[in-house]
């Protein structure tokens, strides 16, 4: 069994490490109380995009005010300090979960620790809110100073779209040798699943992408991979399609195939897909105009063949969709 971490776990890995390390070293130079805490509290606001850590940091420090005076309240009940920290958790995460600041309650769990847990008497003064509210502040800038240069995935993007564009030619093409050649497609089914496994991870890198940069071609990635996810789906309702047919292909039908085996052939995101689509029309003029079949057989190979012309046409307007909402000048990314 072979155990690899991927580059952006290592970073975050290393960013949680030392953020952590000197959000701690910084607490106890400021001579805070509980400094530890600081480092738990840069721990669980580094998250993986920019924009995610200062939605949280926000949270974090409008949560702080509502858990303080939460806390305020419960000292004024003489109960145990164990039940005034459960009190206290009931009233801070039913508020976080209707406020939608639930990522904020580890936080104030932990400063609920300090006040009620730590001490023999529980009490909320001005120290004490200044000691917590350094902690918070302290972790809350480590994590967002540690996230505030995040790395540059556009050389790993441009990769995955390399890998994608050769794969899913690759596959389409197997897809299409099967009318003249009767090749084996479960094969080439595994292929589209895996590919669409890669694809998710790719969406991924690009929505990390985007959310971490403000670069305008961050948007234009992303709608590529899901695209190419989409098409992928259709891929799969072809094999099915192509499995189905048995016979011979009529020679009346042969126009869909050679339009099928160009389409393989001249596979890319900048291929003209106005072009393939009027190509397209044209065939299925020619399909409806074709003399009835003859046999059973034949029309059923017709009627899947029809269903599979319909299929192509869908995987080329989907390129065609985002072709336009890129427009040409962007679309020089992909060459």
């Not at 995009?49 to 200062?54: A, F, P, V």
């Not at 669409?196 to 403000?214: H, K, M, P, Q």
Request: hydrophobic fraction near 45%; charge should be negative; charged fraction near 25%.
């Amino acid at each position: 069994m072979s155990i690899s971490i991927d580059r952006q776990t290592a970073i975050k890995s290393i960013k949680i490490a030392l953020g952590s390390g000197a959000a701690i070293i910084l607490a106890g130079i400021l001579g805070l109380e509980y400094a530890t805490s600081t480092g738990i509290i840069t721990l669980l606001t580094i998250l993986d995009t920019k924009t995610d850590t200062l939605r949280l940091a926000a949270h974090r420090l409008m949560s702080f005010a509502l858990s303080m005076a939460t806390a305020w309240l419960v000292c004024k009940i003489p109960v145990h300090n164990t039940l005034h920290y459960c009190i206290f958790l009931l009233i801070v995460v039913e508020i976080s979960y209707l406020l939608k600041w639930d990522g904020s309650i580890s936080t104030n769990a932990v400063f609920g620790t300090h006040i009620f847990i730590s001490n023999e008497v529980a009490a909320v003064t001005g120290q004490v809110l200044m000691n917590e509210f350094g902690l918070l502040i302290i972790g809350t800038l480590m994590a967002m100073l540690m996230n505030w240069k995040m790395p540059d995935l556009e050389r790993e993007i441009k990769e995955d779209i390399s890998y994608v564009e050769k794969e899913i030619k690759r596959l389409f093409g197997s897809i299409v040798q099967h009318l003249s050649e009767k090749s084996e497609l479960d094969k080439t089914y595994d292929g589209v699943l895996k590919l669409i496994e890669r694809l998710d991870g790719s969406v991924n890198l690009a929505a990390n992408n985007l959310s971490n940069t403000d670069n305008e071609y961050s948007e234009i990635y992303l709608d590529y991979f899901l695209m190419r996810k989409n098409q992928c789906s259709i891929l799969q309702h072809l094999i099915r399609s192509f499995k189905s047919i048995e016979g011979e292909i009529p020679d009346v039908l042969r126009p869909a195939v050679d339009f099928l085996n160009e389409l393989a052939e001249n596979f890319s995101v900048t291929a003209d897909a106005d072009e393939q689509l009027s190509r397209l029309e044209t065939v299925m003029g020619g399909f409806r105009s074709c003399p009835l079949p003859s046999t059973r057989e034949e029309f059923e190979t017709r009627a899947t063949l029809y269903h599979i012309m319909n299929e192509a046409e869908e995987f080329i307007k989907l390129k065609r969709n985002f072709r336009r909402r890129t427009g040409p000048d962007k679309m020089r990314l992909f060459k």
